[in-house]
Each structure stands twice: as structure tokens, then as C-alpha cells.
């Protein structure tokens, strides 16, 4: 076995080969690719993946094969364990991951993280500016350049869920690291600060406790909302606070509201947090939320098609994690079910994530328009007499997906289509259904037509 401790990489090469044969490409890509061993003892190897969704998916689809190429392999029974990368748990995970054994640390990312408690994915490069998060990126960087010179100090971010706070808060520590190796930087949320300031308390070790934050030269603090109410962190966390700024060491916060209305917060803790600058960050715009997407599809080397990221986009507003969250969906269901990644795919995957209600809803506007784009046959034509057969099943078609996308009623179906009695809408959909339970090509073409629509 010490052979195996020392080639931990050949190990797990090993058995990556073997289970990028027994799976398509993309499942490989997807559930594979990002795995590492990062401990491998008598009979457990530890793997990192990248995200709780990874942990579970993994390990109720592909743990036993896992388990059976090591077999085949190395001839070894071993148990696999999992670790999530530090950065990303709620509170259920945490649970979780507590109950699977810690892991000894890569040395090689020891020295990059030096103890600072950074996620190295969260970086500048990483995150995709727009008008909505330009100024808290600008003030970031800025701030990452010349921790401690610049007036921003503290600089706060402020905004909603799943808009990138955390993100940017790394991105500045991962920064000064990288370009500063004399730096001493920390990562900690309110939460966490608060967890190890009690810890202290009942260890006798408040002396080291506050020490230990008081050497530091960036001291990033997530979360500070959870600050509130916490009277005796609050006074604690105060002079650490003053000591660092004193000593023109930089602080970056980060908190969900503005600081005017952190509600539960002493005065004075306020009034410090409003010296420096604040930013807030807000919703990103349609565009934004395109390109972050792109990026995290290649960034995990996925070949997603520009429409289908655009109809996630469209159609998950406000919160980039959950945007993230229905792209992570799709891929399950497309690895799951040994398929392409399709819009009729991602329509399911969103729904699941969204409710059925929560889709873009679709006009019967929308429908003539884009049948009429996609037959080349025109909104007048559509919607006049005309009855040339090309015509007339275009908009036989129509009337079909009126009902199907929109669930509009046969009479106002009627009604755009040339004031047209509701038998012949019904006669319209039994003429389209019969035909593509007979025709899978024309079958094909309906679907696409409704999938490019986004229904
Ligand atoms: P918050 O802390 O504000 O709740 P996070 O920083 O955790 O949000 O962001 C949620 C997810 O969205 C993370 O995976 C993050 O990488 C991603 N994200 C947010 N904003 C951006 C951005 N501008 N570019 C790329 N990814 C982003
Ligand atoms: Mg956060």
C-alpha cells in the first residue's frame, strides 16, 4: 500500500481510463473529469468532488462501478468516500461531509491556499462582469491590487442571494495570495467567526483566538448579517476590526442588505462598516446571465448549444446559483437517460427546477410569429384563407401548438386564426396528431418547432 500513498495520481489515472470507457463521453465529462483522489489509505480512497449535487449523484449512479474498476484494476476492495470542496455547503451538507472522515489536504494546494480557507475556482477571471456587478468588480480588483492603500477600507459588497458576493470575495483573497506571497489573508464567514469565537471562550483560547486576526493583513468576512444579535461576537469582532483598519490591513465584507438596515447590529459596528466604500451588486441583465453560463460550460468543457443556455437564461431571473443549479440538472438528465443534451431536455430539467408555472409563458402571438418564421409561410397567410396545402398545414400546425404550449381555448384559438370555428380547430389538432403518430419525421419537425420556441 505505501506504493499506492505516493502514486495517488497513477492510482486514480488508473481507474479514469478504465471508467472513460464504460461511459459516453459526456457522462464522462460531466461526472468524471472533475474528480480527484485526494487520499487513498488500506481500503478508502477519498475523493474531492466538486459540489454536494456531485457527492449524491455520484455516489448513487456510479459508486459501484467505481468500486468495480478498482476491483478489476488494482484486484482491491475499497470503500470510496467523498469530500466536497471547501466553499460551497449549506448547513445539510455540511452534516453530511462532517460524518465522511476530513482529508488530508493536497500539499501542492496546501501552499496556494496557506491555511487562508480560499476555493481557488472563485477568481477574477472566473467572474463575468456586467452592468450589474461592474462597480463591485472594479472596487474588488482594485482592492486585490492594493490591499490596505486604497480608500476602500472596509470595502463592503452587498446584494442579494446567488449574485456572486462570495465569489468576489475570494476572487480578492486568491488574488493577493497568488501575487503576494508575503500576504497574509483569511476567509471566514460571519458564522464561522462567530462558531470559533464561542469555541475559544469555552477553551480558554480567546487570547490566541483574537491573535491569531489581529496578525492578519486581509481579513475577508462573508455573511455579516448573521452577525446580528450576537452582541458579545459583535464587541469582539469590533476589535479585531479596529485593530486591523488601524494598522491599515485591508477588511472586505460582505452582507445580504444594506448596512443601514442590519437590523440587530450595534451602532458603532454599523457606522465602521459605512467608512469605506460600499457596492452592491444586483440582478445581472439577460445578457450577463447568457455569458456566465457560457463560461461555466467551458469551463467544464461541456458543448452545450447557444439556444439551450439562452432558454435557461431566459427563464432563471434572479439567481445565478440556480441558474448553475438547472444547468447541473440538465446534465443529469441528459447522463441519465444516455442522451444529447436537447431542448426538450432542458425544458423538463426547468421545470423541475421552476414548477411548470414558473416557465416563460408563450402567446398565441408568439406561436404564429414562430411558425411563420420557422415554414416560411406568412403571419397573414397563417391567419387568413388561404388553402394552399403548405398553408393550411402550417397552420394546422399552429393551431395545434396554441393548445399544446399555450392551453388556449378552441374558441379564442378560433378567433386569431380568421375568426374560424372551433371544429375546425379540433379538426386542425386531430389532423396534426394523427399525422405525427404516422409520420415520425413531420413528429420530429412539430417537436423541434415547439422546442425552439421554448415550450
Ligand atoms: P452569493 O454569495 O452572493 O450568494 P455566490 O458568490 O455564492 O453568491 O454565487 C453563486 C454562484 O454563482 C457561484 O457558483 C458563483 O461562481 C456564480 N456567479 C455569481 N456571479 C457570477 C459572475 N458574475 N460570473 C460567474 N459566476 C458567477
Ligand atoms: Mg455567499
Redesign the pocket.
Known amino acids: 500500500m505505501d506504493n499506492l500513498k505516493i502514486d495517488r495520481n497513477g492510482f486514480w489515472n488508473r481507474i479514469s481510463k478504465e471508467l472513460e470507457s464504460a461511459v459516453s463521453s459526456q457522462t464522462y465529462a460531466t461526472w468524471f473529469e472533475p474528480l480527484r483522489a485526494v487520499n487513498i489509505e488500506e481500503e478508502t480512497v477519498t475523493v474531492e468532488v466538486p459540489s454536494r449535487f456531485y457527492y449524491e449523484w455520484i455516489d448513487s449512479h456510479y459508486g459501484s462501478l467505481i468500486q468495480e474498476k478498482i476491483k478489476s484494476v488494482h484486484g482491491l476492495d475499497m470503500q470510496i468516500r467523498y469530500t466536497v470542496v471547501v466553499g460551497e455547503m449549506d448547513g445539510k451538507t455540511l452534516n453530511k461531509v462532517k460524518k465522511i472522515r476530513k482529508t488530508e489536504e493536497n500539499a501542492e494546494e496546501k501552499q496556494y491556499d496557506r491555511g487562508s480557507k480560499l476555493n481557488k475556482r472563485?477568481t477574477f477571471d472566473?467572474?463575468?462582469?456586467?452592468g450589474s456587478?461592474q462597480l463591485a468588480k472594479a472596487a474588488a480588483r482594485a482592492v486585490a491590487d492594493s490591499p490596505g492603500q486604497t480608500s476602500f477600507n472596509p470595502l463592503l459588497v452587498y446584494?442579494?442571494?446567488?449574485?456572486?458576493?462570495?465569489?468576489?470575495l475570494q476572487a480578492i483573497g486568491n488574488c493577493v495570495i497568488k501575487n503576494r506571497s508575503e500576504c497574509r489573508a483569511h476567509y471566514t464567514t460571519s458564522e464561522k467567526f462567530t462558531l470559533d469565537f464561542i469555541s475559544a471562550i469555552q477553551n480558554n483560547r480567546t487570547s490566541i483566538f483574537s491573535k491569531r486576526h489581529r496578525n492578519l493583513d486581509l481579513l475577508l468576512v462573508?455573511d455579516i448579517q448573521f452577525l446580528q444579535k450576537k452582541e458579545q461576537t459583535q464587541e469582539q469582532f469590533f476589535h479585531t476590526f479596529n485593530e486591523l483598519y488601524q494598522q491599515g490591513r485591508q477588511i472586505v465584507l460582505?452582507t445580504d442588505r444594506h448596512p443601514r438596515e442590519l437590523y440587530g447590529l450595534k451602532d458603532r459596528l454599523v457606522s465602521r462598516f459605512q467608512s469605506g466604500l460600499i457596492v452592491d451588486?444586483h440582478e445581472?441583465d439577460l445578457e450577463?446571465r447568457i455569458a456566465?453560463l457560457q463560461?461555466?460550460a467551458e469551463r467544464d468543457r461541456l458543448d452545450i448549444p447557444s439556444e439551450i443556455l439562452e432558454f435557461i437564461a431566459t427563464n432563471i431571473r434572479g439567481n445565478?446559483?440556480e441558474m448553475?443549479g438547472a444547468l447541473i440538472k440538465l446534465l443529469a438528465f441528459s447522463s441519465l437517460s444516455h442522451s444529447d443534451v436537447t431542448m426538450s431536455l432542458a425544458q423538463r430539467a426547468l421545470r423541475e427546477t421552476l414548477g411548470s408555472t414558473g416557465l416563460y409563458r408563450i402567446t398565441i402571438d408568439d406561436i404564429i410569429s414562430g411558425v411563420s418564421r420557422m415554414t416560411k409561410v406568412s403571419e397573414k397567410q397563417l391567419t387568413g384563407r388561404g388553402r394552399k396545402m403548405e398553408v393550411a398545414l402550417a397552420r394546422q400546425m399552429a393551431m395545434y401548438l396554441c393548445r399544446e404550449m399555450v392551453g388556449a381555448s378552441l374558441e379564442n384559438v378560433g378567433l386569431h386564426f380568421g375568426g374560424r370555428d372551433h371544429t375546425t380547430v379540433i379538426h386542425a389538432c386531430r389532423t396534426i396528431k394523427s399525422k405525427m403518430e404516422k409520420d415520425r419525421a413531420f413528429a420530429e419537425q412539430v417537436k423541434g418547432l415547439q422546442a425552439q420556441m421554448g415550450g
Not at 472566473?126 to 456586467?130: A, K
Not at 446584494?159 to 468576489?168: A, N, R, S
Open positions: 472563485y472566473s467572474f463575468i462582469e456586467g456587478n446584494g442579494g442571494v446567488g449574485l456572486g458576493k462570495t465569489h468576489l462573508d460582505t451588486i445581472p450577463t456566465i463560461s461555466k445565478i446559483r448553475e
